[in-house]
């Protein structure tokens, strides 16, 4: 099996996320610690602009955003299955939902005053300044919940949840842990490190004890790794072959751009070298990289020929 590298920080959900699969896999992975915002270097050597957290390195393969990340780690490591017998489907639907409408009212929920001082406890007010115009610049005409809307859908969606749990499964897909249950926890994860907001998930007792089960997974085993060591690596390998599927509507070796389409629309450029229903890889060469192959999901991501 190739190494796995995770790039990631601590307080990120989406890292949670991924963190717990690896851990549900009982994986080894390399692990690289990067900004929480803007400027991010040695982070855009790798992707060519996506600025997004987490993202996985294998080789000189680059592969952002989770959606894409868990079917990787999935191909590489199938047992156990994110997508156990009988939930395939019903788990991307799910894990489809968590990832947007709950991620983004947990985290307006979260980040009121009071939830926000628990999570930055002890960051100054400069950091928190830096912070808050980095993602206001990155979700620049997303329309965000006010607090009380948000904590009105999180109540909902909540209790939807815990009527999931109510026959008695384990997970909310049935008797394994599927891509649902993480992309779900992230969310509670998040509310759970803030404290003074977090009594909003105390009246939903089956979906606190399905957390504790899904947390109870840990996070497999990782070293760390420089962001330095992470980008030779990535220019001493040679990206993995892959193919342009005719009938898409795009030509291998087109030059073309793609970007996220909901925030953090950042764009990045190259040669198209792969494409599917599911996944799109661009060929790109970095000064510092080398090589390398970019890889994102189809859904959600803009992919278009540049101008000439
Ligand atoms: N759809 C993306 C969303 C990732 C995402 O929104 N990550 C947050 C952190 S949890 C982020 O990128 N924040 C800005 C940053 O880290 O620079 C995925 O599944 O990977």
């Given at each position: 099996m190739n190494e796995l590298i995770l790039h990631h920080y601590a307080g990120s959900p989406f890292s949670e996320k991924m963190r717990l699969i690896l851990g549900h896999k009982g994986l080894t992975w390399q692990s690289v610690n990067v900004p929480v915002m803007m400027p991010k270097p040695d982070v855009v050597a790798l992707t060519g602009g996506y600025r997004r957290t987490p993202f996985l390195q294998v080789g000189a393969d680059i592969y952002c955003d989770t959606a894409l990340m868990c079917r990787v780690i999935e191909q590489q490591a199938?047992?156990?299955?994110?997508?156990p017998a009988g939930a395939a489907g019903q788990t991307d639907l799910l894990a489809q939902w968590a990832d947007s409408d709950l991620f983004w009212v947990a985290i307006p929920y979260t980040m009121q005053p009071a939830g926000a001082a628990a999570i930055f406890a002890g960051a100054p007010p400069e950091f928190m300044q830096a912070f808050a115009a980095d993602r206001a610049a990155m979700t620049t005409g997303m329309k965000r919940p006010s607090t009380r809307d948000a904590a009105a859908a999180l109540q909902s969606y909540l209790g939807w949840l815990e009527q999931m749990l109510s026959d008695g499964r384990r997970f909310l897909c049935g008797t394994e842990a599927s891509l649902a249950d993480f992309s779900v926890a992230q969310s509670i994860w998040y509310i759970r490190r803030a404290p003074p907001v977090a009594g909003i998930l105390a009246p939903f007792m089956l979906l606190a004890a399905w957390y504790e089960r899904a947390a109870a997974f840990g996070h497999g085993h990782s070293s760390k790794l420089s962001s330095e060591e992470a980008i030779a690596i990535a220019s001493r390998s040679t990206p993995a072959a892959c193919a342009v599927q005719p009938g898409l509507g795009f030509e291998a070796g087109a030059t073309v751009q793609v970007s996220a389409m909901d925030y953090a629309s950042d764009v990045v450029s190259g040669e198209l070298v792969g494409l599917s229903h599911e996944s799109i890889t661009l060929r790109r060469l970095d000064e510092r990289a080398g090589t390398v192959h970019v890889h994102f999901p189809r859904i959600g991501y803009a992919l278009r020929k540049t101008e000439s």
């Open positions: 199938p047992a156990p299955s994110l997508w």
